[in-house]
C-alpha cells in the first residue's frame, strides 16, 4: 500500500512540474506579416508576378487610377493572372498591368 501512495505522489509530481514548464501560447499575430505591397505607391516586384488574382476588373481600374493612370481601358485578365490593358499617364497611351500583389506596371 505504501509502495502505490509513493508511486502515485510521484506521478502527480512530474505531472505538475510538466505542466509549470510548458510555455503559455503566444498570441495570434494580427494580419499577415507580409503584405502585398507595402504602399499603394511602391511595387514589390519589377515584372508582373503571376498568381491567382481576386482583383475584379473595376477593383482593378481603381486601382491602377490611383497610380496615376487615366482613361484605364481594355483590361482583361490573362492566363497567369494579370489585369492587363492601356490608359493614359503624362499624356501618352501606356499599356498598363496589375498583379494579384497590386504592383502597377
Request: hydrophobic share 40%; net charge positive; aromatic share 4%.
Amino acid at each position: 500500500m505504501r509502495l502505490i501512495v509513493l508511486t502515485a505522489s510521484a506521478v502527480a509530481l512530474c505531472a505538475t512540474v510538466a505542466i509549470a514548464q510548458t510555455p503559455a501560447a503566444a498570441p495570434a499575430q494580427q494580419g499577415p506579416q507580409n503584405p502585398a505591397v507595402k504602399d499603394m505607391h511602391q511595387n514589390n516586384s519589377p515584372v508582373p508576378v503571376a498568381g491567382a488574382n481576386s482583383f475584379t476588373e473595376g477593383e482593378a481600374k481603381s486601382h491602377i487610377e490611383a497610380r496615376g493612370f487615366t482613361n484605364v481601358k481594355d483590361l482583361k485578365k490573362d492566363a497567369s493572372g494579370v489585369w492587363r490593358g492601356n490608359a493614359t499617364k503624362g499624356g501618352a497611351s501606356v499599356p498598363v498591368s496589375l498583379d494579384y500583389q497590386g504592383n502597377v506596371h
